[in-house]
Each structure stands twice: as structure tokens, then as C-alpha cells.
Nanobody, 125 residues
Framework: QVQLVESGGGLVQAGDSLRLSCALS????????LVWFRQAPGKEREFVAA????????YYADSVKGRFTILRDNAKNTVYLQMNSLKPEDTAVYYC??????????????????WGKGTLVTVSP
């Protein structure tokens, strides 16, 4: 059984940086596409960033492009989300997800096979 555990969330001010981590256990890490989603209060879960199995290809939501970077370390079984220039509208619970499917520009929540429990990021004005 695959387990995903996120960490690194917290309260920061607008303009600050934060790095989220997500550790995968239970299966071979490099078999999975890894994706970050987020869900703000009262809103649907939305795609943030995705990275393919080798780490050589990434996709980003337009709202975070140029500010967020997704990285993976296959030796450490961990995927990261480096978030810079944070804005209040980035406030959300951030979820890590894994998929054994096809790497696409639009990775939907419904296409994920495994989910973490989420980590809260709060950005104050």
C-alpha cells in the first residue's frame, strides 16, 4: 500500500517562501507521476504542479507558474514544492498525489491513485 506524507506547511507572510515535502513509501517511488493539488476553503481541489517519473518534465497551473517549482528526488523517495513570492490567494490545504497513469498537462484529481492527507499553507497579507 502506497503512503504519502506531506510536511512543511505553515503560516507565512505575503512575499515569503515555503517548501513542501511529500514522502512516498510502500512502493517503488520512480514508478509514479507526482502531483501537487490544493484546496482553498469553499473551493474545489485544483491542480498546482506535476512532475513525470524521471523528473525531466513538469507542468504548472498558470496561477503558480514562475513562482512555484516542483522537484523530485528519486533517491530519497520525496517530491518537493518550492513556493516563492507567496500570495494570500495561495492559502489552501496542499495535497500530494501519485499516479501510475499517463503524464498529462492537465492532471485531474480523479486520475490520481494515491493521496496524502494534506498540509495547510496560510499566507497573510
Amino acid at each position: 500500500q502506497v503512503q504519502l506524507v506531506e510536511s512543511g506547511g505553515g503560516l507565512v507572510q505575503a512575499g515569503d517562501s515555503l517548501r513542501l515535502s511529500c514522502a512516498l513509501s510502500g512502493r517503488t517511488f520512480s514508478n509514479y507521476i507526482l502531483v501537487w493539488f490544493r484546496q482553498a476553503p469553499g473551493k474545489e481541489r485544483e491542480f498546482v504542479a506535476a512532475i513525470n517519473r524521471s523528473g525531466g518534465s513538469t507542468y504548472y497551473a498558470d496561477s503558480v507558474k514562475g513562482r512555484f517549482t516542483i522537484l523530485r528526488d528519486n533517491a530519497k523517495n520525496t517530491v518537493y514544492l518550492q513556493m516563492n513570492s507567496l500570495k494570500p490567494e495561495d492559502t489552501a490545504v496542499y495535497y500530494c498525489a501519485a499516479s501510475i497513469g499517463i503524464f498529462r498537462r492537465t492532471m485531474s484529481p480523479g486520475s490520481m491513485d494515491y493521496w496524502g492527507k494534506g498540509t495547510l499553507v496560510t499566507v497573510s497579507p
